[in-house]
């Protein structure tokens, strides 16, 4: 049962986030509670939209309490009327934000951005087994003997049978009574999903270009999250060549030295090719650069490597160049020439951090 | 009486021995009906106040969010809920224990006994379950109708002045009951006399014109619209602006509604503490089991937790009434007591009465929060419970207590409760500089408006009235007059 007050929920939510009624926008306020999550403390934010009244002035008014205290004497932080006052100091307790959840995330930036739903490709094609046991049967292997099945079959054969005593009730199954679970292949539509990040890590890329990255990434990872359940993310570095990383260097690695962009996708195709065969798999490619690629030849081969081997294999290839003093940007622009008409490449320029929101739009409005 | 009711069979006994235990001891209620519900659906009902159906909006939603998310963190839970409705329903938490049920049902019949027989709800609408339903009935087929958005804002502007009702309204006659027509101008005729040679005497000319004076002024006050002050703004509004017909039926919904809860709100501290008493005897005397007492004294000592900041209604209510029924019981009040200095002999008096059983129940009759506290809050109380008054210093940003002395304490608790904390609001002049105005004025007592607030509520009265609206408040100890006409708001100077 859905309850009626879902709809009225719907409509509050709607309205703290700013979709309708944008009159009320300045009424919310960031209320929290303050909980526990194992030891940490965690606040759970609460907005509430306060309807104007005629009403007194909250610090002229005071009221009446209860407990200790001397005259003079502060209440603590927590009491009294909420917003009060700034956080408590030195109190050592942490305090996470508990905010929206991932899932909620997605659904916001999906209505955002106007995101259409993925289509997961192929997913018929992709099919998983799993084994579900359905029934009994006379024949099988002794590990799968139904104990209880059997005992109900031998018992019925000896009372049909007259051998049955119920003073001395013993029964004895023989080999015609033994019943055994069986089974049945169930098919499992399954959509798996893999993420490869690349990027340029050259000596032209910065710190803030790598934050744009890292949010970026975050919000294609969320995106991608609530439509794949097992998304598995990799990543690449590279300069003049390139090299798998975790995470955490992903984001963190500032390396010197030439760009050979092509490093990064020979890399990532081998990746594809032995570990994500595209029949089994929705594979994304997302690369970030400042887009100032070594050589000409280079970026042929590049182009060269897309247009044969990857563009095929992938969902979706992305490459987002984020503007940086130093590169000559003209990556983008070979990319564009050559393959900027296929359905499955998303390109676009990232100026700073304002164009990430413009940028993944882009990236994931195909609906790839 | 037996009900058809859902209620499984151990919390059916649970309740048969409950009611007997709670009418036993006098209590005195209306049929109550108990409903298992879940979490999610009690939280459901206790964000539409306690009904299970109410009209589409959003504040709803709001109120249903910050306590399901207070029971998902495991932060709060919803114990105990009742309406006043004649038969009475009140709500069980299908996950509590079976103690707490009993806890619940103990202070709903509490609760439900205060309703029945307490002065202030004896205006009160006891077919609210029916008439809240009706009024989403009505509300949705104006959605239906008009649209969500255009009613969604009519209703989120009446919540803006819901407050301004007169919240004595159903105890006083605050109107005549047949208005006198409007005549022709009275001309003083003095006193009767016969005899022509004593007229001038006994009617001497300064008398008559004196007299004159007075019939003018008091046809001219006639002729002043509305005639006295009128704190119920909301009535006010329905009777006189150009409200479209679905306007004036919502917003004597929400002004119907405004005055069904009132009372409540206005004897929170006795009635919480009146349902508060009365599960501790009936528990703590007759239904716990030795099995139950921890958990019975760890949730009841929950609810009657303290903090600095905030008055704990439940504490202070309980307490008061155990101190009246000692008191009573002793004999500690009257002259004699009253007019004894010594403090040993004070603490000490008893006379054995035995009347404080009899009292109570008396009180619970005939007195509101405000009575209550004015009457019986008194010196030793004071002390013994620890109270103080707090307020927020300036100097150092910091919320502080300030004073522990009966008299300020008291005087505070009153001032909190009167209007049930709520700025005394009337309208003075529905035809304010012969403009069609509308002119309210605030009753200042010692406590500024929120400006932005008053500002923005403002706004929604104009949009109401249509005219331009002006409201008269004290602001830092200036007269103000802030006038919003449609279009933008200005405020000037004005002498009080």
Known sequence: MTLKIKQDHARFRDIVR???????????????????????????????????????GERSQGGVGQGDGEPGDPLSPSDGQQGSGQAGQGEGQHILEVDVSLEELADILGEELALPRIQPKGKDRIVATKLKYTGVSPAGPESLRHFKRTYKQALRRQIASGSYNWRKPVIVPVREDRRYRSWRQVPLPET????????????????????IVRIESFWIDTWLRKHYKGLESRYIIHD??????????????????????????KLALEMIESEYAPGSWNVYPFHFSDGDNWSADDTRLCVDLLQNRILPAVNLFAYGQVESPYGSGQFIKDLKDAIGA??????SEIADKDGIYGSIKTFLGTGN | MDHKTQLPAHLHDIRKRVEGYAREYGLDFFDTIFEVLNFDEINMVAAYGGFPNRYPHWRFGMDYERLSKGYEYGLSKIYEMVINNDPSYAYLLESNMDVDQKLVMAHVYGHVDFFKNNFMFRHTNRKMMDQMANHATRVRRYQDKLGVELVEDFIDRCLSLENLIDYQSPYVKRRPDHPEEEGERKVAKGFKTEREYMREFINPPEYLAAEQKRLDEEAARKRKFPERPERDVLLFLLEHAPLERWEHDVLSIIREEAYYFAPQGQTKIMNEGWATYWHSKIMTQKALDASEIIDYADHHSGTLATHPGQLNPYKLGVELWRDIEDRWNKGRFGKEYDDCDSFVERKHWDKRLGLGREKIFEVRKHYNDVTFIDEFLTLEFVLDQRLFTYGYNDKHQRWEVLEREFKKVKEKLLHMLTNFGQPLIAVEDGNFDNRGELLVVHKHDGVDLKLDYARDTLKHLQSLWRR???????????????????????DRRVEL
């Open chain 1, 240 to 265: 003049a060549v390139a090299r798998e990383v975790d995470r955490d260097t992903f984001f963190h690695t500032r390396e010197s030295g030439g760009t050979m962009i092509s490093s990064a996708y």
């Open chain 1, 192 to 211: 798996n999903a893999v993420v490869i990040y690349m990027m340029d890590v050259s000596g032209s890329m910065g710190d803030e270009q790598k934050e």
């Open chain 1, 342 to 347: 296929r359905d499955n490449v998303a390109l």
């Open chain 1, 18 to 56: 700013g979709r309708i009624k944008r009159n009320l926008k300045k009424y919310v306020q960031k209320g929290e509670m303050i909980g526990k999550k194992g030891k940490d403390f965690i606040t759970i934010p609460v907005p509430t939209i306060d309807i104007p009244h005629f009403r007194f």
């Open chain 2, 468 to 490: 331009p609206v002006n409201l008269v408040s004290r602001i830092e100890g200036r007269g103000t007059l802030f006038r919003y006409d449609g279009k933008e708001h200005s």
